[in-house]
């Protein structure tokens, strides 16, 4: 998966100890069993058995970095197989790991290509190379190899011979039911893309950007990503593939597609062979402010340092690193006067030097080296071993090989592993033989403890690398923390987020999202059409709340409780009720008013009652009316404050039954007018029923009436305190529910029936003789009353909250003022101010 690529081929053989040969070269047309740059060393001691170990070193010597996908030669590369020479050599030369056994080894170089890495393998299978012997010299004693490093080469050579790969990450290698032979000392990708995943939402990075390579590592990963965040709130704003043949067009279209987007995170699966000419492309484009997610594939990779202020801030996984003890020292000793012929040595040396250390000056168009070069003070690829990683991983495979055949030869005899508890014969050793013991295989190296689990698979850990400025200006690999997959759920991600320095060499967090966090209080909208992470943010209705970010929905309070006004708690609502506050008292002093008004009237009665205008208009009813008004407008009183029980109760009763009391009154009243005036005419005896025994027994039937009515009323379903919360559902109107609606609107229409029949018989009385003008102020005084009720009922019924009450209460006031002033004004008008005309001549209009 990365254009940097290794194998390792172990068989088995008897070899005789020879020198370093030279590599030989060929051409693509020569055949599979000539391998390109084959560089044997076969190192043994003088024993009866020596074993080989051989390594192919694929994908890495040549790594294409440039648009016309040309090869260059690639240090890091020759850097890993030293590490698996000192390997070899630090295992030949034990005691204790495969005591009086030799291993040998060879490198192939695959040009980062599958098909060229399977020719080289085949090569191996048949046994030599084409001019070493014929093509059908016998069967190939390769019994291991370890590689390749991509894992698309790694799917190709795995389904054809037992492998251990040191840098092969897709997960779809872990299919043992496809890949039954396949190990590797690296974690596959489903770990790595689990690990993204948590830093995505470590960080709140919810809105991102994915560029992948076109190969089995990018789709791969892909899909696990995909897997990872699809219950999580992360959407993916694009998906882009860097093509395998390069093509600057699809490059600018993709990097359009950055430009526009409001993603400022991208995570990038891809080898640096295939990301280098697209992020030098980047950079001519001038591109900024993008959050660099790197894969294990390049997140440590020093040939994209030319384009570092671009990638400044760059965070990802990366392998763990670990200690080859010695490799510094190892990897000074080569150099062109030691390996004359080796085109590999001098290769490096083009590369590190620039110039020539070949003898032939016409075999290169560089200069001539000096011979003064060395790689003590030269800082490069090659030489950097302050944390290997690849190489490290190297090292790991060869050892888990080593300790795996040393464990098949030292196996104890009727304790073996296989048929009938069989051992392997030592002489004659199978690839799936040693496969059995590499599945069981622990060991210690370098600290650490290595095994496999049983997809082949190592312990799952990366380090989290920051890319930081050096002191030469360069990009610096920052360990800032570290994934660690064998751990509790939730617990695998340890970051010291003080150390991160992000995009732009900003210590801020860079910030990636669609839409902006929903505030408490409100709750997300998804945009028809776009994925969940865009969003519009709706404040949540009255009566509901969010208290959490990016709620989804927004909570109905409780009944009794209402959202405050940021929509972040429930509170509980306001009880509402007719108080003693500014309208209470209003109508609290307007009843007092007419209560003091109506006994002062009273008073002046009872002074006057012997005065003409008191004796004719029947002193005792106009007494009953003035104290049955007094109590209408005491029991207006009862209806403020808040509702109890008996509150409720007698609010309603008192009201009706001295209304009754005043209307039957007034009736008993404008009877006797009507009936005196009318008993003047001869043979009419009228006035002997309406004597003043008749008129309380009037006055008393009328009332008895109302009083029964009411006590039905609080027997069967009385009046009672209820919380309203329909009205107005943001508060709790306390009011007294009037039970019965039925004995409700039978108490009014009992009023109302009095009133109607005592102003008919007043319209009648209207034109009596003289100055007399009683039944005129009866006729007034109910008109009044009967507007005062009928304009109430749709004012009580629209009416919210406390503001019922206030109608009702209105309406008793204006209609006892109505009554109050319409029968009893005129008369102490005439007391008061115009007492002349309070005499029996001139009410009866004689002069």
């Known amino acids: 998966r990365t254009s940097l690529t290794m194998s390792l081929l172990l068989w088995w053989s008897l070899y005789y100890p020879v020198s370093i040969s030279p590599l030989t070269e060929a051409t693509s047309t020569q055949p599979a069993l000539e391998v390109e740059h084959i560089l044997i060393f076969s190192l043994s001691l003088s024993l009866s058995l020596s074993l080989s170990l051989s390594l192919s070193l694929s994908r890495s010597l040549s790594l294409s970095l440039s648009p016309s996908l040309s090869l260059r030669f690639d240090p890091r590369a020759f850097r890993w197989a030293q590490t698996m020479r000192l390997a070899v050599e630090e295992i030949n030369q034990s005691e204790q790991l495969l005591p009086n056994h030799t291993l040998g080894y060879k490198i192939f170089d695959s040009c980062a290509t599958p098909v060229t890495a399977l020719r080289a393998v085949l090569a191996v299978l048949n046994g030599h190379s084409e ?23 790694s799917i190709v050579l795995c389904s054809m011979f037992f492998q251990i790969s040191y840098f092969s990450t897709c997960s779809c290698l872990s299919d043992r039911q496809e890949y039954p032979t396949f190990f590797r000392v690296v974690p596959n990708d489903d770990y790595q893309v689990k690990a993204i995943a948590s830093l995505l939402q470590r960080f709140g990075w919810k809105w991102i950007g994915v560029i992948r390579e076109d190969h089995d ?18 959407c993916l704003a694009y998906d882009e593939m860097i093509p395998k043949d390069y093509s600057r067009e699809r490059v600018l279209q993709i990097l ?15 080898g640096e062979g295939e990301l280098y000419p697209f992020l030098k492309e980047f950079v001519k484009q001038n591109i900024t402010g993008t959050q660099w997610v790197a894969s294990e594939a390049w997140v440590t990779a020093n040939v994209l340092a030319e384009t570092y202020p671009f990638l400044d801030g760059t965070i990802g996984f990366a392998i763990r690193s670990g200690k080859v003890p010695g490799l510094r020292d190892y990897l000074q000793t080569v150099n062109p006067r030691r390996y004359p012929s080796n085109p590999l040595v001098q290769q490096l040396w083009e590369a590190l030097y620039g110039c ?58 009727g304790a073996g592993p296989f048929h009938n508890r069989s051992c392997a014969h030592s002489t004659n050793v199978h690839p799936w033989q040693l496969q059995q013991y590499l599945q069981d295989v622990s060991f210690n190296v370098s600290g650490e403890n290595m095994n496999f689990d049983q997809k082949g698979d190592a312990i799952p850990s990366y380090d989290l690398i920051n890319w930081q400025r050096g002191p030469n200006g360069g990009p610096r690999f920052v360990t800032v923390g570290l994934y660690d997959g064998s751990k509790d759920a939730g617990k695998e991600l340890a970051i010291q987020e003080e150390k991160i320095v992000w995009a732009r060499h900003q210590s801020k967090l860079v910030v990636s999202v669609c839409s902006a966090s929903c505030a408490p209080g409100s709750r997300k909208a998804v945009r028809r059409g776009e994925p969940l992470c865009c969003f519009d943010c709706v404040p949540c209705d009255s009566g509901k709340i969010s208290n959490q970010t990016d709620s989804i929905d927004c909570h109905e309070c409780p009944e009794d409780y209402w959202s405050n006004a940021d929509g972040t708690m429930c509170i509980p609502k306001v009880v509402e009720f007719l108080s003693h506050d500014a309208m209470g008292i209003a109508l609290t002093v307007i009843a007092v008013v007419g209560a003091c008004l109506t006994v002062s009237i009273l008073a002046v009665f009872l002074h006057h009652r012997t005065t003409p205008i008191v004796r004719v208009n029947n002193s005792e009813l106009s007494f009953f009316i003035l104290l049955s008004l007094t109590l209408c407008f005491l029991c207006a009183l009862m209806f403020i404050g808040e509702p109890t029980s008996w509150s409720c109760m007698l609010r309603h009763t008192a009201f009706s039954i001295t209304f009754s009391l005043c209307i039957s009154c007034i009736l008993g009243k404008t009877l006797v007018v009507l009936a005196a005036f009318t008993a003047a005419r001869p043979g009419n005896n009228i006035m002997k029923w309406l004597g003043p025994k008749q008129q309380r027994v009037i006055i008393f039937s009328c009332t008895l009436v109302q009083v029964l009515i009411c006590a039905a009323w609080l027997m069967a379903s009385p009046p009672y305190p209820s919380k309203n919360i329909q009205d107005q559902r943001s508060k709790i109107i306390l009011e007294c529910s009037v039970g019965s609606q039925l004995a409700f609107w039978c ?94 001549q001139h009410i009866m209009g004689k002069k």
């Open 131 to 153: 001019e070493q012997s014929p093509m059908c010299s016998g069967a190939s004693p390769l019994i291991a190899m370890v590689g390749e490093s991509g894992s698309s080469q």
């Open 356 to 413: 020539s250390p070949s003898l032939s000056p016409s075999s290169t168009l560089m200069p001539p080296c000096s011979g003064q070069e060395t790689l003590l003070e030269q800082h490069s690829a090659y030489m950097n071993t302050s944390s290997p990683r690849v190489a490290y991983n190297v090292y790991k495979a060869v050892y888990a090989i080593a300790h795996s055949l040393h464990n098949l030869l030292h196996c104890q005899a």
């Open 217 to 234: 590592y990018g789709h791969f990963a892909l899909q696990g990503l995909k897997r990872e965040i699809q219950n999580t709130d992360v």
């Open 747 to 840: 108490v009014l229409g009992y009023i109302g029936l009095l009133a109607c029949l005592c102003f008919i018989l007043a319209f009648l009385a209207r034109k009596l003789p003289g100055n007399f003008n009683e039944a005129k102020f009866i006729t007034f005084s109910m008109l009044i009353f009967c507007a005062v009720w009928i304009s109430f009922i749709p004012a009580y019924v629209s009416s919210p909250g406390k503001y019922t009450v206030a109608v009702e209460i209105f309406a008793i006031l204006a209609s006892s003022f109505g009554l109050l002033f319409c029968l009893f004004a005129p008369k102490c008008y005439i007391i008061l101010l115009k007492p002349e005309k309070n005499t029996k």
């Open 256 to 270: 359009e597609v950055m430009r526009h987007s409001t993603a400022r995170v991208v995570i990038v699966f891809s």
